[in-house]
């Protein structure tokens, strides 16, 4: 039997639609359904790799996750990641398909695939009792509405009942909500069932009088109001969640006990800034997104993220006059690249077919790595272990590392040059090193996307780092996975106490009642 559809859409981006999705899936499931998420088409430069190897966009993997199932490339068979040149990669069914301006895509090449998103659709409604769908910015896109396959289009395929969600938090919601709907075609008004407040920070008797007069206009009722829920630590989809620090600055502490300082480079074309959730949780952290030199005073460790654009941000960072703090820095306190960072961080960049950028680009020549751009990109889950036994030039114990890879260059050692971890990936088993690591020890990189996020590589690498620059241990360190799973259920019970689920429940034919104590097993 084919799986009943509520699809989330919003009247804007971040909004809260894929959280609010996450937290449909975690209820569904939480009820003893078998629940999957589905996004038909995602722009994100955020992704995550499925058990097979494919590439998706990192929301799916956390709906996914909610639901208790393992993510599937066909929970987002299309993914648009971003170039920075008014151009974007297409990845379809996990691999990449082209690279097209965003014209050619909605305007000529759009429809082709709506077929790869029906079958990905139709595979999974089939094995699940309730699909929760996900739209794209605004359905009330008039200029693309002709080519959409993310909205109101993708909703009529699915027949889903739709809910429209509107955020407070940026002012004009009211106003947002009701020229959404008006927008749509009277048809697909009809598929609006409710609207939702999302964000919302005061008293609710005052936005009482507002509600009335909104389902008087709409015709629709408001299903509830969602308070605004900080510190989640849950994956944003795109670089709006990371905020603007142009004025942060560390000051100078003799305290044993302060926080390690981290700086992250926020490049132009920064790319799975998610990588970092699980060290800025910790509370003996003080992690910062910075893009000047000044913002780097008194940091202890600047990283250097993964970018979708590897040689353009390095020639960003150069002219922004970073690459000098970076290699001085890196004198007396830790360096790491992750990903593109590290490639970075080597020696060169070598791009014979034009990947990325026509020229070889120097790096900032702290690895003894070369890296060549090549149009295979490698999406794999790997795991392995530290090669040398110290990090950060601290002593460790045999130490675990895992991941995820999702590059296009391939790494070439240069002579004495020392590998950080020795890996076996989950698709062939083969072993294969990963990564840098000077002589000294300060500067290290990986291609494992979510390194920080394996509880015992973080702990180890934040006490070295106290250890280096003889801070006392911390006393607290968090457990990421619980931490995880303590903000999904803390989502999903604002969710409950906030909406009324029995009418959305009910939209499906199902009931809303039967909680199974936070379990997200599915009934048989």
């Not at 009247?11 to 894929?18: A, D, I, L, P, W």
């Not at 097979?52 to 299309?78: C, D, K, T, W, Y």
């Not at 950060?392 to 004495?416: C, D, F, K, M, W």
Request: charged share 20%; hydrophobic share 40%.
């Amino acid at each position: 039997m084919r799986a009943r559809a509520i699809m989330v859409l919003g009247t804007s981006s971040h909004v809260g639609k894929s959280l609010l999705t996450a937290a449909l899936c975690r209820i569904f499931a939480q009820e003893g359904y078998r629940v999957a998420p589905f996004k038909s088409q995602n722009m994100s430069l955020n992704s995550a790799v499925t058990p097979e190897g494919l590439e998706i966009g990192r929301a799916q993997a956390l709906q996914a996750e909610a639901a208790g199932i393992l993510p599937s490339v066909h929970m987002n068979p299309i993914l648009l990641k971003p170039c920075g040149d008014m151009t974007s990669q297409i990845i379809v069914h996990g691999k990449i398909w082209g690279r097209l301006t965003a014209s050619d895509y909605h305007l000529r090449r759009v429809d082709e695939l709506l077929p790869v998103i029906r079958e990905s659709y139709e595979m999974l409604a089939a094995e699940h009792d309730v699909m929760i769908l996900e739209g794209a910015g605004s359905p009330a896109e008039i200029n693309l509405k002709q080519h959409d396959i993310v909205n109101m289009r993708m909703a009529d395929l699915a027949d889903a009942a739709c809910l429209l969600v509107g955020d407070i938090d940026r002012g004009g919601v009211f106003a947002s909500l009701l020229g959404t709907v008006e927008l749509l075609d009277p048809p697909e008004q009809e598929r609006i069932r409710g609207f939702l407040i999302n964000k919302f920070r005061g008293d609710v008797q005052l936005l009482e009088p507002g509600l009335r007069r909104m389902e008087d206009r709409l015709g629709k009722p408001c299903l509830g109001v969602m308070p605004y829920l900080p510190q989640l630590t849950l994956d944003e989809e795109d670089s709006l969640g990371l905020g603007s620090e142009n004025g942060m600055s560390w000051e100078l502490s003799d305290d044993p006990l302060r926080p390690i300082r981290i700086a992250v480079i926020a490049l132009p074309s920064f790319s799975n800034f998610t990588d970092f959730d699980a060290l800025q949780s910790e509370p003996s952290v003080s992690l910062h997104f910075c893009r000047t030199p000044a913002q780097l005073i008194h940091a202890d460790i600047l990283i250097v993220p993964g970018s979708k654009q590897t040689a353009d941000d390095l020639l960003w960072l150069c002219s922004q006059e970073l690459d000098r703090r970076l290699i001085d820095h890196s004198r007396r306190g830790p360096v790491v690249g992750i990903c593109g960072g590290m490639q970075m961080l080597g020696k060169e960049i070598v791009d014979p077919q034009a990947m990325e950028h026509s020229e070889t680009i120097q790096g900032l020549g702290l690895l003894a790595i070369q890296t060549t751009m090549q149009p295979q990109k490698i999406t794999r889950i790997s795991s392995g272990r530290l090669v040398a036994a110290s990090l950060l030039g601290q002593p460790v114990a045999s130490l675990n590392v895992s991941g995820y890879e999702i590059h296009i260059g391939e790494t070439r050692y240069l002579e004495a040059a020392q590998p950080f971890a020795r890996l076996t990936t989950e698709n062939d088993g083969e072993p294969s090193f990963d990564g840098c690591t000077s002589p000294g020890g300060l500067v290290f990189g990986s291609y494992l996307h979510g390194l920080f996020d394996d509880d015992s590589f973080r702990h180890s690498f934040l006490a070295s780092a106290r250890a280096y620059y003889g801070l006392s241990p911390a006393i607290h360190l968090e457990g990421w996975k619980q931490k995880r799973e303590e903000s999904l259920n803390r989502l999903a019970d604002a969710v409950r106490a906030s909406l009324d689920l029995e009418k959305i429940f009910a939209w499906v034919g199902l009931t809303c009642g039967a909680r199974s104590s936070g379990s997200t097993e599915a009934r048989p």
